[in-house]
């Protein structure tokens, strides 16, 4: 399993608890940092705010991204990742329940790694979740983050 922490960002409690369960029931003992809106989730990866302590040489191994987030949307918060050196390579996964064509599209247009429309479905989000973490903990090879 690969060191480094998981950035899970999300607002909505149930999706937080069902996505750590899930992680968690497939084995990933990666630590799974949770930023409940985009501010949060931009405090943590660059040091400010209540994360103005935090060691920024170490970032996440890969990010969770919701789209609809409270404060600063996802996609907000993609744009800033990628506009930044020390952040620009990580692993973004949007994982969200947007169903609409312009999300995916400005998405992927803003250099997201995936884009994975969340399952309604309890089993079928306890699988896709488990899919998440073998592809972008085991088999995904990331460069050095710096």
Known sequence: ???????????????????????????IKN????ARDGVE?????FGTGT???????????VILLDLKLPKVDGLE????????NRTKMIPVV????SKEEKDLIESYSSHANSYIQKPVDFDQFMD???????YWLILNEV????
């Open 51 to 61: 994360y103005a302590e935090r060691d920024t040489s170490t970032m996440p191994i």
């Open 143 to 146: 460069p050095p983050i710096s």
């Open 77 to 84: 918060v993609l744009k800033r990742i990628r506009s930044e």
């Open 1 to 27: 399993m690969s060191e480094g922490a998981i950035l899970l960002v999300e607002d909505n409690p149930d999706d937080v608890d069902l996505t750590i369960r899930a992680l968690k029931k497939n084995n």
């Open 41 to 45: 989730a931009l405090d943590y990866l």
């Open 94 to 97: 949007i994982l969200t329940s």
């Open 128 to 134: 896709t979740v488990r899919h998440l973490g073998l």
């Open 31 to 34: 630590e799974i940092v949770v």
